[in-house]
């Protein structure tokens, strides 16, 4: 992707919020609502809740719904992104429990994710099909413009952070065995999870600008001073992150708001040169259900 500064004419940016159910509740947002986003994928996870911090439009979407009814392999990860991208959705910041795979990133840590290792296999992970063939870069999969911003404010919170780390996604429900996360380990990887991709994937094609707070609650099943991972000790940890999480929410929003140019990454003209198939070759109709997160260039003419 391009990294050559923005000159084009400056945008207001919208701020979405992917995470657990709780992560809303933050002082000082108002004229909240909870509203029904209608996508041609299907529904979304949960309702999203509209709202304005400090000035600045936000957009939150509980990941796995309210209560946590839904597991990771039956999200619906193109309805999620699409109702945010139509929603007017610019920026995505994602925060998800995750397992450490080293030594230095404790329960209770944060890492500024900078790169994924896809495991999963039970999960659409496009929204180009037959009918309009897309190839977006995923070299860099993670916004870095919004990572400075999330590690600053880490920093600034005082809290403990990493910039940088690779995240492992597996398709779970289950946690992994021991042999699995001593691979993941060998291969570099920093922290295990179950739910960032396909998300960051689709973020990338319907052009929003998307980055990861990965918040560790546990060793995973390696290490041999710790507990294999449990239920009850990711919720217990979760439980002290979320005020954690909160505070970096509110910090963050107000520093993503700024008004400003076009991505330095490119990461809102990732489709630029991704679409292959003739026009006269294309679908119409699912031209139609891509009409939000590619109008901008299917729409050209």
Not at 19 to 36: F, V
Not at 39 to 60: A, E, I, N, Y
Not at 88 to 114: N, Q, Y
Not at 166 to 186: D, I, K
């Amino acid at each position: 992707m391009s990294t050559k500064p923005a000159t084009e004419d400056q945008i207001e940016p919208v701020i979405g919020l992917i995470g657990g159910s709780g992560l809303y509740d933050i002082e000082g947002l108002e004229d909240k609502e909870w509203r029904t986003v209608e996508t041609p994928w299907g529904k979304p996870s949960d309702q999203l809740l509209f709202g304005r911090l400090d000035g600045v439009r936000c957009v939150f979407l509980p990941r796995h719904g309210r209560g946590h009814p839904l597991p990771p392999s039956r999200l619906n990860y193109r309805a999620n992104i699409d109702a945010l991208k139509r929603s007017g959705v610019t920026d995505i910041v994602s925060l998800s429990a995750v397992g450490s795979l080293k030594e230095e990133l404790p329960p209770g840590h944060f890492v500024v994710i900078d790169q994924f290792i896809d495991r999963s296999f039970a999960r659409e992970k496009s929204f180009f099909d037959t009918g309009c063939v897309a190839h977006v870069g995923m070299a860099d999969p993670l916004c870095p413009r919004i990572g400075d911003v999330l590690e600053g404010q880490c920093r600034e919170l005082g809290l403990d952070v990493t910039r940088g780390g690779t995240y492992l996604v597996m398709e779970g429900p289950q946690f992994s065995t021991r042999a699995e996360s001593n691979l993941y380990r060998s291969w570099g990887c920093s922290v295990v999870g179950m739910t960032n991709m396909p998300e960051a994937k689709l973020a990338r094609e319907a052009e929003i600008c998307y980055a990861t707070v990965a918040m560790v609650t546990d060793y995973d099943c390696w290490h041999d001073d710790h507990d294999s991972v449990t239920v009850d000790a990711v919720v217990k940890v979760m439980q002290e992150n979320a005020s954690r999480a909160r505070a970096l929410v509110r910090s963050v929003i107000p520093k993503l708001g700024a008004k400003r140019g076009p991505c330095y990454a490119g990461c809102d003209r990732a489709l630029e040169h991704a679409i292959i198939t003739a026009p006269d070759k294309r679908d119409p109709a699912l031209l139609k259900k891509l009409e939000a997160v590619a109008g901008r260039v299917l729409n050209r003419r």
